[in-house]
C-alpha cells in the first residue's frame, strides 16, 4: 500500500494553515468555557449567532466580515443574557434554558436564511459543515501576497483571543476559580463572562466558514478537555490544549487526504477528520494520563499485583529455608501454593532473576544475598504486625496471620521500627516463630 | 498606599461594618428582614444561627454580591466598593472546584490581585508576600501541590493565607471551621487572635456553639433577622438561643408565601 498524499502546497498547504489557526483560536477560549463548566454555552452561542447573522447581511446588504462580526457579537451576548434571565425566571437549569434560547434562535436563523437570502450564497449547509476545502480560492491581496480571506480573518481573532487570555489572565483565572473572590476584590466576573461571550460568538462566526458550526464546538471543547486531563496547571493546559489544536488541524488534514485515497475513495471533509483526530486525543488523553488515566491506572494494579507475588514468593522461600523442611522448591511447588496463573508467575520470576534476588539451581529456586535480605525484612514486617495485632489490637491470634499478610506489604523500615517500639521489642511472634533481625542496605 | 495613609487615620475611628435596615430577598422571598447591627473596632465576630437562617447571604451582601431590597451598608463609614481594599474575604470551602488546575500558591496569590491591579502580572514580591502568608498558616511546603491534592484543613489554611495576604482591615470568613482537623482549627483560632492583636476585625460565621464562648469577644444571633446581638457574656444565653434555634418564623414565612400567591394570581 502506497500512501500517495498528492500534496499540493498552494492548496493543502494553506487548507492546513487555515485549519489550524481556527483551532487555535477555539482551543484558547475553550480552556475556560471547559474550566467554567461551559461548554455547552459554547455550543449554545455557535449555533444562536446565525440569525445575527442573518440581520447583519439583510441590513448591510453584503458579506463583508464588519458587520457579520458585529451582529454575531450582539447575538452572542444576548444568548448568554437570555439563558442566564430565562435561567431566573423560569426557575429552571442552565441547561434547559440554554437549550431553550440557542434552538429558538437557530431555527429563526434557519429560516431567516431560506426564506429571504436563499439566492445567496450565505445558505445553510456552509454554515452547519464548512468549506474549509474551498477557502485557498477566495484570496486577498496582502502587501502583494494573495492570501486567502479566511486565513486572514482567523488569523486576526486567533491573535484577538491570544491577546485576550494573555492580558486577562488573571482577571480569566479567579474569576473562574471562585467568582465570589473575584467580586468582592472587584474583577466583576460579569463584565469577564459577557467578554468571553463575545469573543466566543465572534470565534464561532469566524469559523464557520472553514469548520462549520457543529465542529466550532468540538475544537473548542476536545483540544481543552484533552489538555485539562493532562497536567495541574492552568498556563501549561492552555499550551496543550493549543498543540491539541495544531495536531487535530494538521493531522486532519492529511488523514482526510490519506486513508479514503488508501482505501481508493476521494478525499474526505478535513473539518470532519479534524473532529476525529481530536477525539481520539482526547480518548489517548482518557487512556494514558498520568494520574487518572484508565490504561494508566490498570497498569499500576498489574504492577503492584506483581510486586506483591514476588514478595510472597521470595519469603515462601525464606519460611522453607527457616524451617529446613525437607521440601524441594521447584517452579511447579511454588506456584502451587501461591495459587498464582503462568503468566504472572514467569513474569514475575524473570524481574525477580533480573533483580538478582533468585537464582536457579538443578531446578530448584534459591535466595541470593540480596533476596534473602528482602525476604527477611518482609517476614520481619509480617510478624511484628501479628504481635502489633494481637497484643495492640486485641485480635484473636487464629486470625492475624491474613491481617498481616496484607500488611507486610506496604511496610517500610520506619514502620518497622515504630512497630518494634511499640510492641515492646519482641524476639518471637504469636505463633513462637522468630522475628528476625532488620537487615538494612549498605 | 502610604498618600491614602491621613485618610486611614479619619477613618479609623469609624465602625469597621455599619448595616441598618437591610433586607434582602431572592425571587420576593425574603432571606434577611430588617436586619440591623454595629461591630466595633478590633472584635472577633461570631454569626451564628440555623440552616437558612441567611448566613451567607449577610456576608454577600456586605460586599456587595447580591443585590439588597432596602437598607444600607457601610464599611468603615463608607459605601463598599470605596472600603473594598480593606476587606477580606473568606468564602465557605464548598463553593469552589477544587480541580481547577492551580496550585496553593496561585490560589493564595490571588488575595493579591486587587493590589496588582487589572491587566498585569505579579511580580517577585507578590510572591514572597504570598509564600510569607503560607509560612504564617504553617502550609508553606505545600505551595506547588495542586489544590486536589490538599486536604480539608490544608485547603481552608490556603483560603485563610489568601485573606492574610490582602492585609485587610476587616475579614468576613464564611464558616472557616467547618470540617477542618483539630490542628487547623487551633492554628485559625491563632490567627484570629493575632489580628485582633493587630486591631482588625474579624466577622466569622460558626456553627460549634460549644467554642462561640472561647473564641469571640462579640455575637450575632441571626435567623431572618437578628435575634440577638453584642458582647458575647451578655447576649449569648439559653433564651436568645431558644429564640434563635426554636422554630423557624413560621408567620414570616406564611406572609412571603400569600405574597407570592397573590402575585402569581394577579
Same mark, same amino acid.
Given at each position: 500500500?502506497?500512501?500517495?498524499?498528492?500534496?499540493?502546497?498552494?492548496?493543502?498547504?494553506?487548507?492546513?494553515?487555515?485549519?489550524?489557526?481556527?483551532?487555535?483560536?477555539?482551543?484558547?477560549?475553550?480552556?475556560?468555557?471547559?474550566?467554567?463548566?461551559?461548554?455547552?454555552?459554547?455550543?449554545?452561542?455557535?449555533?444562536?449567532?446565525?440569525?445575527?447573522?442573518?440581520?447583519?447581511?439583510?441590513?448591510?446588504?453584503?458579506?463583508?466580515?464588519?458587520?457579520?462580526?458585529?451582529?454575531?457579537?450582539?447575538?452572542?451576548?444576548?444568548?448568554?443574557?437570555?439563558?442566564?434571565?430565562?435561567?431566573?425566571?423560569?426557575?429552571?437549569?442552565?441547561?434547559?434554558?440554554?437549550?431553550?434560547?440557542?434552538?429558538?434562535?437557530?431555527?429563526?436563523?434557519?429560516?431567516?436564511?431560506?426564506?429571504?437570502?436563499?439566492?445567496?450564497?450565505?445558505?445553510?449547509?456552509?454554515?452547519?459543515?464548512?468549506?474549509?476545502?474551498?477557502?485557498?480560492?477566495?484570496?486577498?491581496?496582502?502587501?502583494?501576497?494573495?492570501?486567502?480571506?479566511?486565513?486572514?480573518?482567523?488569523?486576526?481573532?486567533?491573535?484577538?483571543?491570544?491577546?485576550?487570555?494573555?492580558?486577562?489572565?488573571?482577571?480569566?483565572?479567579?474569576?473562574?476559580?471562585?467568582?465570589?473572590?473575584?467580586?468582592?476584590?472587584?474583577?466583576?466576573?460579569?463584565?469577564?463572562?459577557?467578554?468571553?461571550?463575545?469573543?466566543?460568538?465572534?470565534?464561532?462566526?469566524?469559523?464557520?466558514?472553514?469548520?462549520?458550526?457543529?465542529?466550532?464546538?468540538?475544537?473548542?471543547?476536545?483540544?481543552?478537555?484533552?489538555?485539562?486531563?493532562?497536567?495541574?496547571?492552568?498556563?501549561?493546559?492552555?499550551?496543550?490544549?493549543?498543540?491539541?489544536?495544531?495536531?487535530?488541524?494538521?493531522?486532519?488534514?492529511?488523514?482526510?487526504?490519506?486513508?479514503?485515497?488508501?482505501?481508493?475513495?476521494?478525499?474526505?471533509?478535513?473539518?470532519?477528520?479534524?473532529?476525529?483526530?481530536?477525539?481520539?486525543?482526547?480518548?489517548?488523553?482518557?487512556?494514558?494520563?498520568?494520574?487518572?488515566?484508565?490504561?494508566?491506572?490498570?497498569?499500576?494494579?498489574?504492577?503492584?499485583?506483581?510486586?506483591?507475588?514476588?514478595?510472597?514468593?521470595?519469603?515462601?522461600?525464606?519460611?522453607?529455608?527457616?524451617?529446613?523442611?525437607?521440601?524441594?522448591?521447584?517452579?511447579?511447588?511454588?506456584?502451587?501454593?501461591?495459587?498464582?496463573?503462568?503468566?504472572?508467575?514467569?513474569?514475575?520470576?524473570?524481574?525477580?532473576?533480573?533483580?538478582?534476588?533468585?537464582?536457579?539451581?538443578?531446578?530448584?529456586?534459591?535466595?541470593?544475598?540480596?533476596?534473602?535480605?528482602?525476604?527477611?525484612?518482609?517476614?520481619?514486617?509480617?510478624?511484628?504486625?501479628?504481635?502489633?495485632?494481637?497484643?495492640?489490637?486485641?485480635?484473636?491470634?487464629?486470625?492475624?496471620?491474613?491481617?498481616?499478610?496484607?500488611?507486610?506489604?506496604?511496610?517500610?523500615?520506619?514502620?518497622?521500627?515504630?512497630?518494634?517500639?511499640?510492641?515492646?521489642?519482641?524476639?518471637?511472634?504469636?505463633?513462637?516463630?522468630?522475628?528476625?533481625?532488620?537487615?538494612?542496605?549498605? | 498606599?502610604?498618600?491614602?495613609?491621613?485618610?486611614?487615620?479619619?477613618?479609623?475611628?469609624?465602625?469597621?461594618?455599619?448595616?441598618?435596615?437591610?433586607?434582602?430577598?431572592?425571587?420576593?422571598?425574603?432571606?434577611?428582614?430588617?436586619?440591623?447591627?454595629?461591630?466595633?473596632?478590633?472584635?472577633?465576630?461570631?454569626?451564628?444561627?440555623?440552616?437558612?437562617?441567611?448566613?451567607?447571604?449577610?456576608?454577600?451582601?456586605?460586599?456587595?454580591? *447580591?443585590? $439588597?431590597?432596602? #437598607?444600607?451598608? @457601610?464599611?468603615?463609614? /463608607?459605601?463598599?466598593?470605596?472600603?473594598?481594599?480593606?476587606?477580606?474575604?473568606?468564602?465557605?470551602?464548598?463553593?469552589?472546584?477544587?480541580?481547577?488546575?492551580?496550585?496553593?500558591?496561585?490560589?493564595?496569590?490571588?488575595?493579591?490581585?486587587?493590589?496588582?491591579?487589572?491587566?498585569?502580572?505579579?511580580?517577585?514580591?507578590?510572591?514572597?508576600?504570598?509564600?510569607?502568608?503560607?509560612?504564617?498558616?504553617?502550609?508553606?511546603?505545600?505551595?506547588?501541590?495542586?489544590?486536589?491534592?490538599?486536604?480539608?484543613?490544608?485547603?481552608?489554611?490556603?483560603?485563610?493565607?489568601?485573606?492574610?495576604?490582602?492585609?485587610?482591615?476587616?475579614?468576613?470568613?464564611?464558616?472557616?471551621?467547618?470540617?477542618?482537623?483539630?490542628?487547623?482549627?487551633?492554628?485559625? *483560632?491563632? $490567627?484570629?487572635? #493575632?489580628?485582633? @492583636?493587630?486591631?482588625? /476585625?474579624?466577622?466569622?460565621?460558626?456553627?460549634?456553639?460549644?467554642?462561640?464562648?472561647?473564641?469571640?469577644?462579640?455575637?450575632?444571633?441571626?435567623?431572618?433577622?437578628?435575634?440577638?446581638?453584642?458582647?458575647?457574656?451578655?447576649?449569648?444565653?439559653?433564651?436568645?438561643?431558644?429564640?434563635?434555634?426554636?422554630?423557624?418564623?413560621?408567620?414570616?414565612?406564611?406572609?412571603?408565601?400569600?405574597?407570592?400567591?397573590?402575585?402569581?394570581?394577579?
Amino acid at each position: 500500500m502506497t500512501l500517495d498524499l498528492n500534496w499540493n502546497w498552494m492548496l493543502d498547504g494553506w487548507i492546513t494553515a487555515v485549519a489550524v489557526v481556527c483551532a487555535i483560536a477555539c482551543a484558547l477560549l475553550g480552556n475556560f468555557l471547559v474550566l467554567r463548566r461551559m461548554s455547552m454555552l459554547g455550543d449554545a452561542i455557535t449555533h444562536a449567532v446565525l440569525p445575527g447573522l442573518a440581520v447583519a447581511f439583510l441590513i448591510s446588504d453584503s458579506r463583508a466580515s464588519l458587520p457579520m462580526f458585529i451582529g454575531a457579537a450582539i447575538v452572542g451576548v444576548l444568548t448568554a443574557f437570555f439563558t442566564e434571565w430565562i435561567r431566573r425566571a423560569g426557575k429552571v437549569d442552565e441547561g434547559a434554558s440554554m437549550g431553550v434560547v440557542f434552538t429558538t434562535l437557530f431555527a429563526i436563523g434557519l429560516v431567516m436564511i431560506v426564506q429571504t437570502i436563499d439566492q445567496v450564497d450565505l445558505d445553510a449547509n456552509c454554515v452547519l459543515y464548512g468549506s474549509i476545502e474551498l477557502t485557498p480560492l477566495d484570496t486577498i491581496d496582502v502587501a502583494g501576497w494573495q492570501i486567502p480571506r479566511a486565513f486572514c480573518t482567523l488569523f486576526l481573532v486567533m491573535l484577538i483571543n491570544l491577546t485576550f487570555v494573555i492580558v486577562f489572565y488573571k482577571e480569566l483565572k479567579v474569576t473562574s476559580f471562585d467568582p465570589s473572590l473575584a467580586g468582592s476584590i472587584g474583577f466583576s466576573p460579569a463584565i469577564i463572562h459577557y467578554a468571553l461571550m463575545v469573543l466566543v460568538a465572534i470565534t464561532a462566526v469566524a469559523s464557520f466558514e472553514s469548520v462549520g458550526s457543529v465542529l466550532v464546538v468540538a475544537m473548542m471543547v476536545v483540544p481543552a478537555a484533552t489538555a485539562y486531563l493532562l497536567t495541574h496547571r492552568l498556563h501549561i493546559m492552555i499550551c496543550f490544549s493549543i498543540l491539541a489544536a495544531i495536531i487535530s488541524a494538521v493531522a486532519g488534514h492529511v488523514s482526510a487526504i490519506a486513508i479514503p485515497a488508501s482505501f481508493g475513495f476521494r478525499s474526505t471533509s478535513t473539518a470532519g477528520m479534524m473532529a476525529v483526530i481530536s477525539g481520539l486525543l482526547l480518548f489517548l488523553a482518557a487512556m494514558f494520563a498520568p494520574r487518572q488515566g484508565i490504561a494508566v491506572k490498570l497498569w499500576n494494579q498489574l504492577a503492584l499485583s506483581w510486586h506483591i507475588l514476588g514478595d510472597d514468593i521470595v519469603a515462601l522461600l525464606y519460611r522453607v529455608d527457616e524451617k529446613q523442611a525437607n521440601q524441594r522448591t521447584e517452579k511447579a511447588w511454588i506456584r502451587e501454593v501461591l495459587l498464582c496463573s503462568p503468566l504472572s508467575f514467569t513474569v514475575v520470576m524473570t524481574w525477580l532473576r533480573i533483580r538478582g534476588e533468585i537464582v536457579i539451581k538443578t531446578n530448584e529456586l534459591v535466595l541470593t544475598d540480596q533476596g534473602q535480605h528482602r525476604a527477611q525484612n518482609l517476614v520481619r514486617s509480617h510478624r511484628l504486625w501479628e504481635q502489633y495485632l494481637l497484643d495492640q489490637v486485641g485480635i484473636d491470634p487464629s486470625r492475624v496471620h491474613p491481617q498481616a499478610e496484607q500488611m507486610e506489604h506496604y511496610t517500610d523500615k520506619k514502620m518497622r521500627q515504630q512497630l518494634h517500639q511499640v510492641t515492646e521489642k519482641p524476639s518471637i511472634d504469636p505463633h513462637g516463630s522468630p522475628i528476625p533481625e532488620e537487615r538494612s542496605t549498605k | 498606599m502610604f498618600s491614602s495613609s491621613d485618610k486611614q487615620q479619619d477613618d479609623s475611628d469609624s465602625a469597621p461594618l455599619l448595616v441598618e435596615d437591610l433586607t434582602v430577598a431572592y425571587h420576593r422571598k425574603p432571606v434577611l428582614w430588617d436586619v440591623e447591627f454595629q461591630i466595633p473596632k478590633g472584635s472577633l465576630v461570631g454569626i451564628v444561627g440555623p440552616n437558612g437562617a441567611g448566613k451567607s447571604t449577610l456576608l454577600k451582601a456586605i460586599m456587595g454580591l *447580591v443585590p $439588597i431590597a432596602t #437598607g444600607s451598608i @457601610k464599611v468603615f463609614n /463608607t459605601p463598599y466598593r470605596k472600603a473594598r481594599a480593606k476587606v477580606g474575604y473568606v468564602p465557605q470551602k464548598e463553593s469552589v472546584d477544587w480541580d481547577f488546575p492551580v496550585t496553593a500558591l496561585d490560589v493564595v496569590m490571588m488575595g493579591l490581585y486587587k493590589q496588582i491591579g487589572w491587566c498585569l502580572p505579579a511580580r517577585r514580591h507578590h510572591r514572597t508576600q504570598a509564600l510569607r502568608a503560607m509560612e504564617q498558616v504553617g502550609i508553606a511546603d505545600l505551595a506547588h501541590r495542586q489544590i486536589s491534592q490538599l486536604s480539608g484543613g490544608q485547603q481552608q489554611r490556603t483560603f485563610l493565607a489568601r485573606a492574610l495576604v490582602q492585609n485587610a482591615d476587616l475579614y468576613l470568613m464564611d464558616e472557616p471551621f467547618a470540617a477542618v482537623d483539630a490542628s487547623t482549627e487551633k492554628a485559625i *483560632v491563632e $490567627i484570629l487572635r #493575632g489580628l485582633k @492583636k493587630e486591631g482588625k /476585625t474579624a466577622i466569622v460565621i460558626h456553627h460549634d456553639l460549644q467554642t462561640v464562648n472561647s473564641y469571640f469577644d462579640h455575637v450575632i444571633l441571626l435567623n431572618m433577622r437578628v435575634v440577638a446581638d453584642g458582647p458575647v457574656e451578655e447576649v449569648f444565653n439559653q433564651e436568645n438561643l431558644n429564640k434563635t434555634y426554636g422554630g423557624r418564623l413560621t408567620l414570616l414565612e406564611e406572609v412571603s408565601e400569600a405574597m407570592r400567591r397573590r402575585e402569581r394570581s394577579l
